[in-house]
């Protein structure tokens, strides 16, 4: 049985994909430049995840860097050319950014980091993003070093916040550190770490016991609840969570899921 399934027909000239087994891995393909982004690797990034997201034979997503590095944020021939650009040019261009970490949020499908190396200032963000980050204890290193060059980490700050409080965002984005992979685990900004030689087996495992043991249509609601509701006033909140109760009962999987479990036999999704 081939478990391989069709990818963009075109090439990709700054990333890599694939689709095996139902987990797409995308891999951020410039290692010469510490795999660096820029516009084209901002826009094509964009295109994978919105392709695999409409893909059904994809369930989850592995993003990862190739070579040494995750990603040391914007290449500097990038940055070179923002700073000429107009105000408007510079509005234009920061939208295209803004738009991929969304559709890594908004992704109705989990995303993983698998960090094997740094992943400083944009790839930090990149990495922010994602549902799930592991990361290798002694290469893997996580910072937001704009204010070293003037700049700001202004599109992930509302995610990041999101994910691990003002206080510990407040700290990390003004004071421009570079912390360890452990102690990213310790303030709740990663999912785990471990040895680097098991990096790689671990995720892909995670993420295949993930798809395996969990329901897409559930993983897909619950994803979706988590971008709508955290800006919803209380009893607002409440209705829409009420609703999508409901809503999660109509389900084939729900009601695939009941039976099974009624019948005590093991469901492998």
């Known amino acids: 049985m081939n478990n391989t399934h069709p990818v963009p027909s075109r090439l990709f000239d700054t990333i890599r994909v694939a689709n095996e087994h139902n987990i797409a891995t ?4 410039r290692a010469e430049k510490r795999n660096a982004l820029n516009d084209v690797m901002i826009r094509e990034l964009t295109e994978a995840i919105s392709f695999f997201n409409k893909n059904g034979f ?4 592995i993003l990862r860097g190739e070579g040494v590095a995750f990603c040391a944020g914007a290449d500097l021939e990038y940055i070179q050319k923002l700073s000429s650009y107009s105000l408007i040019q510079n509005q234009e261009d920061s939208r295209n950014l803004m738009q991929l970490f969304r559709s890594i949020y908004e992704c109705r499908k989990p995303i993983i980091a698998l960090v094997n190396g740094p992943a400083l200032a944009g790839g930090c963000g990149l ?5 799930f980050i592991f990361a290798g204890k002694e290469k893997a290193q996580f910072g937001y070093t704009e204010s070293r060059i003037g700049f700001v980490p202004a599109i992930v700050l509302l995610f990041l916040i999101r994910r691990i409080g003002e206080g510990r965002a407040r700290e990390l984005v003004m004071s421009g550190k570079i912390i360890t992979a452990e102690e990213a685990k310790q303030i709740g900004m990663i999912t785990e770490t471990m040895d680097d030689s098991k990096l790689e ?14 329901s897409g249509s559930s993983l897909a609601l619950c994803k979706e609840m988590f971008v709508n509701i955290s800006d919803m006033e209380t009893t607002k909140a409440l209705e829409y969570a009420a609703m999508m109760n409901a809503l999660a009962r109509m389900t084939d999987d729900c009601k695939k899921g009941i039976a099974a479990f009624l019948k005590k036999e093991k469901i492998k999704w």
């Open 201 to 214: 087996k671990f995720t892909y495992a995670f993420v295949e016991q993930l798809i395996e043991q969990n």
């Open 58 to 61: 994809c369930r989850a997503m």
């Open 26 to 29: 995308i891999t951020l393909a």
């Open 127 to 131: 990495a922010t993003v994602c549902d």
